[in-house]
């Protein structure tokens, strides 16, 4: 009987303290979204979560996310919102990738679909691009203008697996 009271209460602690972390999760990204200060930070898979860079005021900052986020290829770039007077205090939006069109091209995707996952949704979609089938997965937020229509995509010509879903129906 004391064995099942312990279990139970070290089972309670332990949804507390995921509960609360989620929550302090939400409130700090809301928080520095509000500060409205983006810059670019550059994504790299690591073992252990993913790895992404930004350089504020000439100083490279390096943070680590716990997740690891099989959808992302080395190199990609995404909005990260820092707070400037802490600039190690920042949150990289996955939602929000960043991109300069003149080194992308367009194509159209197809099978188009959308999985849940808690507060976004992550986009799958297949394209082709120079006779070749691709597939690519990001992430979308809910509220987001995309569709399961046929819709353009950006292609980015030295690597076509980065790529980008967009509202624009395909031409």
């Known amino acids: 009987m004391k064995e099942l009271f312990s279990l139970v209460i070290v089972t309670l602690i332990i949804i507390g303290i995921f509960q609360y972390r989620m929550k302090s999760t939400q409130e700090r990204y809301e928080y520095l979204h509000s500060i409205n200060a983006p810059v670019t930070g550059q994504v790299q898979k690591i073992a ?41 205090n920042s949150i990289i939006d996955f939602h929000l990738p ?55 995509v950006w292609v980015k010509l030295s690597d076509p697996r980065i790529s980008y879903l967009t509202c624009k129906p395909c031409f």
Do not use: W
């Open 48 to 88: 252990k979560g993913t790895k992404y860079t930004f350089t504020f005021r000439g100083k490279k900052y390096t943070k680590t996310t716990g997740k690891q986020m099989r959808s992302l290829i080395d190199g990609e770039k995404y909005t990260v919102f820092m707070d400037p007077n802490d600039p190690q």
């Open 98 to 152: 960043m991109y300069d069109t003149s080194r992308f091209t367009q194509a159209c995707a197809t099978k188009i679909q959308f999985l849940s996952t808690g507060s976004s949704q992550l986009a799958r979609f297949n394209f082709n691009y120079q006779g070749q089938e691709f597939k690519r997965f990001h992430y979308a937020a809910r509220d987001s203008c995309f569709s399961t229509k046929p819709s353009m």
